[in-house]
């Protein structure tokens, strides 16, 4: 049968395998899964660029590490499964494919004990190109080595070398180890140690007792946790009874999964440093998915929910899994996402319904609370329609003492009595517009009679802060006085309009429009967002 052995072509397929999706982030974290893999204690994170741009990124661990043997079964493509099924590697290709994404040549040195002798084999790709074979290099372990070994890794450990680092940055600079160049990889090295806080949070923490603790450091910084829960400040919502789902494998055999869902409090009841920790925006919310205690893809509803949108950025899901439910989660080779079945979607989406809506019913009640309280600066409508005395309006006769009735010559007739509010002792700066907080009907707005201090009466317009037309279409444009006066202008004519031609048959009239009006907006409106905090960036607030 050896006339049937077909072997790929070396060069086509060693650098074919470097697009297997990796960004620079997963990669380096498919190094630290493998140090995690052999017991480290300790990993340990170097990234440099040389004057001539030359750049080197160091994996040093205080693992296991290997022999000779062990050492080439881990630098084979595929490398024979692992005796730790639980542990962080999959495939056996994470070393190789990880590696190869950001650089044309890696090599790992290796040792068990102190007194052993250092391993070292080399993949280099472009060797691999010039012999077309799989052929690795044995190369001898140069001095600079032997010190990095000793300082990223001890007496015993596992140092995995990348060089050649055609991929490490997005873009080629015209000046290669400018300072352009460095800040680019200093960048790069703190955006790695936010990734590996989060990756790695449970093993970071000290006080988590869920995984044995790992200390990480990059370029010589102990990298911190960052939970994405915020336990300190969230609320897990989920019952006890619901946390545990049962899902059948492929071989018939059942396991189990866990989830949490934790609601985040409103940014607006939190400190400036308390903002920092919980990092609430649209993109994080969603599912948080843990394999073995490592996280493995953070945000997004996974088809159980629609896209993200700001009114469930305060919601969460803790999920976590292990390595028996690898093929039914659909693990891919760089462990940085999975799919749910169908059945399970429909599942989960049945299960989380409830919170998704509480989710997001705290978070309108916030953003509708503040915006009531945020306001709008009504004050250029006040003083436009002020210094315009010839529009047409009735002329008021008097206000009944219980402030609810005025009588007034309008195009009705002389000495109509209407129903309308009576506002007391206004404010001359808003004497004929004003947004309130007392409107009961749902109106968008009601006509009304606006005393001032010296006892004057005029008709004027409220304005109700609680209808979606204000706070979601008013708050957008209130950077914009010329908006917001336009808007007011109109209503206040509406309201004026009213009071100037209705009598007692055609009041009922008149108060049916606006709440068919005030319904209909309600309506169209209905899917529209709340302004967020982007939307709001450039309002001038003078209320």
Same mark, same amino acid.
């Given at each position: 049968m050896s006339d049937l052995i077909n072997q790929p072509d070396a060069t086509r397929l060693i650098f074919g395998l470097r697009d297997t999706g990796y960004s620079f982030n997963t990669a380096a974290a498919d190094i630290i899964d493998n140090s995690i893999a052999a017991d480290a204690t300790q990993v340990h994170v170097q990234i440099e660029i040389m004057e001539d741009g030359r750049k080197f990124v160091f994996f040093g661990d205080n693992g296991t590490g290997m022999d000779y043997d062990?050492?080439?079964?881990?630098?084979?493509?595929?490398?024979?499964?692992?005796?730790?099924?639980?542990? @962080?590697?999959?495939?056996?290709?994470?070393?190789?494919?990880?590696?190869?994404?950001?650089?044309?040549?890696?090599?790992?040195?290796? +040792?068990?004990?102190? =007194?052993?002798?250092?391993?070292?084999?080399?993949?280099?790709? =472009?060797?691999?190109?010039?012999?077309? +074979?799989?052929?690795?290099?044995?190369?001898?372990?140069?001095?600079?080595?032997?010190? /990095?070994?000793?300082? @990223?890794?001890?007496?015993?450990?596992?140092? !995995?070398?990348?060089?050649?680092?055609?991929?490490?940055?997005?873009?080629?600079?015209?000046?290669?180890?400018?300072?352009?160049?460095?800040?680019?990889i200093a960048q790069?090295?703190?955006?790695?140690?936010?990734?590996?806080?989060?990756?790695?949070?449970?093993?970071? $923490?000290?006080?988590?007792?869920?995984?044995?603790?790992?200390?990480?450091?990059?370029?010589?910084e102990t990298v911190a946790p960052w939970n994405p829960f915020y336990p300190e400040k969230a609320e897990q919502v989920l019952p006890e009874v619901h946390q545990i789902l049962h899902i059948e494998t492929e071989e018939g055999e059942i396991e189990t999964a866990h989830i949490r869902?934790?609601?985040?409090?409103?940014?607006? =009841?939190?400190?400036?440093?308390?903002?920092?920790?919980?990092?609430?925006?649209?993109?994080?919310?969603?599912?948080? /998915?843990?394999?073995?205690?490592?996280?493995?893809?953070?945000?997004?509803?996974?088809?159980?929910?629609?896209?993200v949108e700001p009114h469930y950025s305060l919601l969460? /899901?803790?999920? $976590?899994?292990?390595? #028996?439910?690898?093929?039914?989660?659909?693990?891919?080779?760089?462990?940085?996402?999975?799919?749910?079945?169908?059945?399970?979607?429909?599942?989960?989406?049945? @299960?989380?319904?409830?919170t998704y809506r509480e989710a997001g019913n705290r978070y309108r009640r916030k953003e509708r609370a503040a915006i009531v309280e945020r306001g709008v600066d009504h004050k250029s409508s006040n003083?436009?329609?002020?210094?315009?005395?010839?529009?047409?309006?009735?002329?008021?006769?008097?206000?009944?003492?219980?402030?609810?009735?005025?009588? @007034?010559?309008?195009?009705?007739?002389?000495?109509? #009595?209407?129903? !309308?509010?009576? $506002?007391?002792?206004?404010?001359?700066?808003?004497?004929?517009?004003?947004a309130s907080e007392k409107i009961t009907s749902g109106h968008l707005w009601e006509p009304a009679m606006r005393r001032n201090d010296d006892g004057t009466l005029v008709p004027g317009v409220s304005i109700n802060?609680?209808?979606?037309?204000?706070? #979601?279409?008013?708050?957008?444009?209130?950077?914009?006085?010329?908006?917001?006066e336009g808007m007011d202008l109109l209503l206040w004519a509406f309201a004026v309009a009213e009071q100037n031609n209705s009598n007692s048959e055609l009041e009922d009239i008149f108060e049916d429009m606006r709440d068919e009006i005030s319904s209909n907006l309600r309506k169209l409106l209905r899917d529209v967002p709340l302004p967020d905090e982007e939307d709001m960036s450039e309002v001038d607030l003078q209320d």
């Open positions: 062990e050492l080439f079964d881990a630098m084979r493509y595929g490398a024979p499964v692992r005796a730790n099924l639980a542990s @962080l590697g999959k495939f056996g290709l994470g070393l190789k494919t990880a590696s190869s994404s950001v650089c044309r040549k890696y090599s790992v040195i290796s +040792r068990k004990t102190e =007194d052993a002798s250092l391993e070292k084999l080399t993949w280099d790709l =472009d060797h691999v190109a010039e012999c077309n +074979r799989w052929e690795m290099i044995r190369e001898p372990i140069s001095s600079d080595e032997k010190e /990095i070994f000793e300082e @990223l890794c001890g007496d015993s450990g596992t140092l !995995v070398i990348w060089e050649k680092c055609d991929r490490i940055l997005a873009r080629e600079y015209d000046e290669p180890g400018g300072a352009k160049e460095r800040n680019a790069l090295a703190r955006r790695l140690k936010e990734h590996v806080a989060v990756i790695y949070y449970r093993f970071l $923490d000290p006080e988590d007792t869920r995984q044995r603790n790992v200390t990480i450091t990059v370029n010589g869902a934790w609601i985040l409090p409103n940014s607006r =009841d939190l400190t400036d440093e308390e903002k920092k920790i919980a990092k609430i925006t649209n993109r994080g919310q969603g599912f948080y /998915i843990h394999r073995e205690g490592r996280l493995i893809q953070q945000g997004g509803w996974l088809g159980v929910f629609g896209a969460r /899901i803790e999920f $976590d899994f292990d390595h #028996k439910l690898d093929d039914a989660f659909h693990v891919p080779v760089d462990k940085s996402k999975i799919r749910f079945d169908p059945a399970l979607e429909e599942a989960l989406k049945e @299960l989380l319904a409830p003083k436009a329609i002020g210094g315009t005395p010839n529009t047409k309006k009735p002329a008021i006769q008097s206000a009944d003492s219980s402030g609810t009735s005025v009588t @007034l010559d309008n195009n009705r007739g002389i000495g109509i #009595k209407l129903r !309308v509010h009576v $506002d007391m002792s206004v404010d001359p700066d808003n004497i004929h517009v004003e802060k609680h209808h979606d037309f204000y706070q #979601k279409i008013y708050q957008r444009a209130a950077a914009s006085g010329y908006a917001v």
